[in-house]
């Protein structure tokens, strides 16, 4: 199970960090994600990190101002947002896919991972 928070509201070029902690003792994925929302768009992809290495993988709207982090013994995810602006309001929720293999494997793609979390609302006041 995936718990998101830290949403809320931020000024225009101020900061935010959304976290996602995942439950249970063995949680070991091969990556997590975040994806975001908007009020009458689709979904889009945010920003990826694999579980083990260093690989990380952003969307070109957010790089430079999006940061992924992971902490593994706490089995949690953070988005730091700096940067924001009022194109960022939306709702993110946090994703994980738990193995390479199986199937394809695309950081961007919805569908592409297993699991997903609540959403947590940021929006961003100009």
């Known amino acids: 199970q995936l718990q998101a928070s830290g949403g809320g509201l931020a000024q225009a070029g101020g900061s935010l960090r959304l976290s996602c902690a995942a439950s249970?003792?063995?949680?070991?994925?091969?990556?997590m994600g975040w994806f975001r929302q908007a009020p009458g768009k689709e979904p889009e992809f945010v920003a990826t990190?694999?579980?083990?290495?260093?690989?990380?993988y952003y969307a070109d709207s957010v790089k430079g101002r999006f940061t992924i982090s992971r902490d593994n013994g706490k089995n949690t995810v953070y988005l730091h947002m700096n940067g924001l602006d009022a194109e960022d309001t939306a709702e993110y929720y946090c994703?994980?896919?738990?193995?390479?293999?199986?199937?394809?494997?695309?950081?961007?793609?919805?569908?592409?991972?297993?699991?997903w979390g609540q959403g947590t609302q940021v929006t961003v006041s100009s």
């Open positions: 249970g003792r063995t949680f070991s994925p091969y990556a």
């Open positions: 990190i694999l579980w083990s290495g260093y690989s990380t």
């Open positions: 994703a994980s896919r738990m193995t390479r293999y199986g199937r394809s494997w695309s950081p961007q793609v919805r569908s592409d991972y297993d699991y």
